[in-house]
């Protein structure tokens, strides 16, 4: 899966998303969040190639 295509302030907008999201998740829920949502961004952006 090649999510180099994807800008990383992209990323870094989605990870303030997730954590505007879930204010009062614990740092490690974060980055379980932050990651699955990262996955799922790079297959949709993938699969629209």
């Known amino acids: ?24 998740s614990s740092p490690e829920h974060k980055v379980i969040l932050a990651l699955a949502y990262l996955f799922i961004t790079c297959r949709t952006f993938v699969e629209v190639i």
């Not at 899966?1 to 009062?24: A, Q, T």
């Open 1 to 24: 899966m090649h999510c180099k295509r994807i800008d990383p302030e992209e990323k870094g907008i989605n990870l303030v998303s997730i954590h505007e999201l879930f204010p009062e």
